[in-house]
């Protein structure tokens, strides 16, 4: 009941702030909450003019550290508040007033146990940058590398832990008392967010999400990421090299630099590709002030506290879709959504084929700099409440980010659609992926695994045997025999054998 009762409470502020800045649209979708913003509409006085989307950023950031979070969080959701309003939110900075740097050596004394004199030659009092989670200093260390220092907002946990837990109470009180928003996951929306800010406030995991990107560009020095310093890093701070270039879309201090921004281009639309579909692990916070280019005209990436993951089989649901779009083939696109269990079997796949070419027709018929992959996700999200599609979190994050790296495109070059760069690779990704070859090894991994896993089976099948035995049910060991060989001859048809042979000729005229 306390906690109840607090939750009203932190809402109706939460409210009252909307209110100020006429942004209230979103509780007020919400039957349940109505007492509180009509409350709220006659206590508070209206103060910004604007979008409804830019005044609900300034709210945000207004309520502080989390809700700033939230709001970004929120910029992948058009499906939710819309177009307009998610680009507004999508511009929604993630900066504060620092906190005193007498509290920051503060911090890197306690993690460290050391004086920062010790861990450092020389420290820069004045930060360079200051977010909602942490501020950066830059500093030397005493073997005379020059270092960015990442360093935690004191007290950031416990505002995030208060707020969360009123995220997740609303998040339950939605889904109780409006089944038709039940589709759209709200409470396992909250776990997502929670988890993906637990990991920001944690540097060594950041720290980790930077060194595994950097072993996947091992190699190639078109896209770089700062060495991390590991011995100077912790929970609570973290010590990388620092990056010495001009942002991605300071156009005109690059053009002055010698640099060919075509080329920059082409680097950038192969550097997102291969994160997402080869590595199926990218950097989702890639916006132009966590992108430059060096002196040598190659990109290097800072900030990894917001990565996305895209597994195997995503890939290539996602690739299917591509080509379907690209290829005019709309059918291919709604069976993917079909086989990767996004829209329920029971929905109609023909009128769904049908809204999928209302989206691509006005999207695609555009000329081919035109062409927004990220914009084609989104308006395909927006449609799929008419056919119960159930939230795909890891596909609105690839859409967010997929808009950033084409909006990176545009300040660059407007006249060159940088997916049309990225081709070769996209062509060789579809048949290294897609083609007979792929589905080939697809196969062979399946009754792989299959065998892997018939010893244990069977050892289960023995195990239920002596556990009936252990209870009092007597099986004759011929019994035993004949179920353990009726198991067997369960999981192993007797079609496997020539799959097996036939599987291992294709590999061999493949090859």
């Given amino acids: 009941m306390i906690n109840t009762v607090r939750n009203l409470w932190r809402l109706f502020v939460i409210a009252r702030t909307l209110a100020r800045y006429d942004a209230l649209f979103l509780l007020e979708r919400l039957s349940v909450t109505w007492p509180l913003t009509l409350t709220a509409k006659m206590l508070a006085r209206r103060k910004e003019e604007g979008r409804p989307g830019q005044r609900l950023a300034g709210a945000l950031r207004e309520l502080g550290p989390t809700f700033i979070k939230l709001g970004q969080a929120l910029s992948t959701r058009a499906d939710l508040i819309g177009d307009q309003v998610a680009a507004d939110l999508a511009e929604l900075q993630d900066k504060l007033e620092p906190f005193d740097s007498a509290e920051a050596k503060r911090i890197i004394e306690e993690e460290f146990g050391e004086s920062i004199e010790v861990l450092y030659a020389s420290f820069d009092e004045k930060p360079v940058a200051a977010a909602s989670i942490a501020q950066v200093h830059f500093a030397v260390t005493n073997e005379g590398r020059e270092v960015a220092v990442k360093i935690l907002r004191p007290g950031i946990e416990q505002k995030f832990e208060r707020d969360i837990s009123l995220f997740y109470w609303l998040a339950e009180l939605i889904d109780f008392t409006q089944p038709s928003l039940r589709r759209l996951k709200l409470v396992e929306a909250v776990r997502t967010f929670e988890e993906s800010v637990t990991m920001e406030m944690d540097l060594r995991f950041e720290a980790a999400a930077a060194a595994e990107l950097a072993d996947n560009f091992a190699g190639d020095p078109t896209f770089r990421v700062p060495e991390i310093d590991w011995q100077r890093t912790s929970q609570r701070v973290m010590t990388q090299e620092r990056v010495m270039g001009i942002p991605v879309d300071e156009r005109e201090a690059l053009i002055a630099a010698g640099h060919d921004l075509d080329s920059i281009m082409v680097k950038a639309a192969e550097s997102f590709f291969n994160q997402v579909f080869r590595d199926g692990f990218f950097h989702a916070d890639l916006h132009p002030g966590n ?149 080939m090894r697809e196969t062979m991994g399946n009754v792989l695994l299959s065998l892997e896993r018939l010893p244990k089976l069977l050892a289960d099948t023995e195990n239920v045997a002596g556990l009936m035995s252990h209870k009092g049910v007597r099986l004759h060991p011929d019994s035993v025999k004949a179920l353990t060989r009726e198991r067997r001859r369960s999981l192993t048809p007797n079609w496997l054998p020539w799959v097996l042979v036939a599987v291992l000729l294709a590999l061999v005229v493949l090859r």
């Fill in 291 to 439: 992108l430059f280019v060096d002196a040598e005209g190659n990109l290097v990436a800072v900030d990894f506290g917001i990565m996305g993951r895209v597994d195997e089989a995503t890939r290539r649901h996602l690739g299917e879709m591509l080509l379907g779009f690209l290829t005019g083939d709309y059918r291919r696109v709604a069976r993917v959504h079909f086989d990767a269990g996004w829209v329920p079997a029971d929905q109609n796949i023909d009128l769904f084929t049908q809204a999928c070419r209302s989206i691509g027709q006005p999207i695609l018929g555009r000329e081919l700099h035109e062409i927004s992959i990220g914009r084609l996700l989104g308006q395909l999200f927006q449609v799929t409440e008419t056919f119960e599609m159930e939230t795909q979190p890891q596909l609105l994050l690839l859409q967010k980010s997929m808009l950033v790296a084409e909006g990176i495109g545009r300040i660059l070059n407007p006249r060159i659609n940088m997916w049309q760069l990225a081709q070769p690779l996209i062509e060789q990704w579809m048949r290294d992926n897609l083609g007979p070859e792929a589905r």
